[in-house]
């Protein structure tokens, strides 16, 4: 999920808006600024859902990890009664690892549909602009003047457009991901750590057991 959600939208975004267009310098600065615009949209959302996997994936594991990590250190003291429990911990951890990780594939089925989105709007507004220059660049072609004027005026409606369309498209992909990307969090996060909690439970009484087991043997 990492790595597809930060290499997606670190191509997409980047290339798309690689190119400089041929067009009047003071449409090109709004056609620009709408491409800045998507590329820190397409920024902040891997920033954020890469974010989201480290909280929603790791830290659960990191937590559950300690815990094996202090059985373990008991094992050295008390190897008979810690390889009793041996089983059971297996069984513990074997749970909280399935459960975690169908919480981690629906975020992250979810969030590189995220990704895939804004990656998708910021292609299509790099089209856009691409036509733009084409357009522009035909027009310029035209020797004739009444036929250059004509083209131009068909250019600015498109650009007109364009522009109407390209600010509608981020204002909408900004409310999407600023309403997914919370809604995919707080389902991951409370699925992978109540997984993690429940293990955590269960090995606690694992060691009560060892402990119970050990102060027997020292009667």
Known sequence: MKSIVAVVLAVCVASAWAQPLAIPSQLDAQVRSVGDEMAEIGKSTGEALVHQYEEI???????????????????????????????????????????????????????????????????????????????YNKCQNYKNSVLRQSCMAKFYVQASIFLISARSSIKTI????????????AEGNVCTHDASAQAILGLEEVNSHIDACATRRHR
């Open 57 to 135: 994936v790791l830290e659960p594991q990191h937590e559950l990890e300690e815990a094996v990590e202090q059985l373990e250190a008991r094992r050295a003291e008390s190897p008979e009664c810690v390889a009793a429990e041996d089983e059971e911990i297996a069984r513990i951890l074997d749970e909280a690892h399935e459960e975690m990780h169908s919480c981690g594939v629906v975020a992250a089925h979810t969030s590189a549909e995220i990704a895939t989105d804004v990656s998708a709007a910021s292609q299509q507004l790099a089209f856009g602009s691409y036509n733009l220059g084409r357009t």
């Open 174 to 185: 900004k409310q999407s991901t600023n309403e997914r990307i919370p809604a995919v969090f």
